[in-house]
């Protein structure tokens, strides 16, 4: 397997401009994490998925913020205008079934500047 | 609420030194134990794992944690460090319940002096 896949790996945007980031994650693997990294705060859990059921959104920072899982295989995370305070490295992870919280494969991550 | 703490933000250690990343957790039950490593530019990528058993947990790249569940401990040790190991390193927790989230510390960066 690849691995997780997510794209663009850099993405330059003008505030208010529609972002998406999109997430392949390992194949076989039911939950899936999104997970914002900045200086200031860290790494920090937007949201995350089980069997494309989002389970926990409370990280979402704002409702400018969505994200969906459609299938297995494809989640997106949407911020909707964007600000510069959005920039940062947003990573997608995804783990496998039968054991909680079992090691999270990470992507290698969307850097996301809004000027 | 739970939390994961790594007290110290940046590590300085000579190349062949020893080296010890301290965290600490603040959870009702013993969560799982995560280290991961963060390299430049990359995703994390896990070092070792604690889930039950054995309190020391021997993990990639020579490294090894160590449970102390008296001190909601899971300090990170090498005997021997190489330049290759500087990177920024993460203790995480995962909780024993229905929730099934991964809480990262904010990250301890290590630099290796030559």
């Known amino acids: 397997d690849a691995g997780v896949i997510q794209s663009p790996r850099h993405e330059v945007t003008e505030m208010g401009q529609e972002v998406t980031l999109r997430c392949k994650p390992i194949?076989?693997?039911?939950?899936l994490f999104w997970y914002r990294q900045t200086m200031m705060r860290g790494l920090e859990l937007l949201i995350y998925?089980?069997?494309?059921?989002?389970?926990?959104d409370s990280g979402m920072p704002e409702d400018r913020f969505s994200a969906k899982m459609p299938n297995a295989s494809f989640s997106t995370l949407k911020i909707q205008p964007s600000e510069p305070r959005d920039s940062a490295v947003y990573f997608c992870?995804?783990?496998?079934?039968?054991?909680?919280?079992?090691?999270?494969?990470f992507g290698q991550g969307t850097r996301l500047t809004v000027v | 609420a739970q939390s994961v703490t790594q007290p110290d933000i940046h590590i300085t250690v000579s190349e062949g030194a020893s080296l010890e990343l301290r965290c600490n957790y603040s959870?009702?039950?013993?969560?799982?134990l995560f280290w991961y490593v963060q390299s430049p530019g990359q995703g994390l990528q896990l070092l070792l794992k604690?889930?039950?058993?054995?309190?020391l947990v021997q993990g990639i790249k020579g490294f090894e944690a160590e449970f102390k569940r008296s001190q909601s401990s899971f300090n990170l040790r090498k005997p021997s460090v190489h330049w290759s190991d500087a990177a920024e390193y993460f203790c995480?927790?995962?909780?024993?319940?229905?929730?099934?989230?991964?809480?990262f510390g904010k990250g301890t960066r290590l630099h290796i002096l030559p």
């Open positions: 995480a927790v995962g909780l024993r319940n229905r929730d099934d989230k991964i809480i």
């Open positions: 194949s076989g693997h039911d939950y």
């Open positions: 604690y889930f039950s058993g054995d309190t």
């Open positions: 959870y009702g039950a013993t969560p799982y």
């Open positions: 992870a995804s783990s496998a079934p039968g054991i909680r919280n079992t090691e999270a494969f």
């Open positions: 998925f089980n069997n494309n059921v989002p389970i926990d």
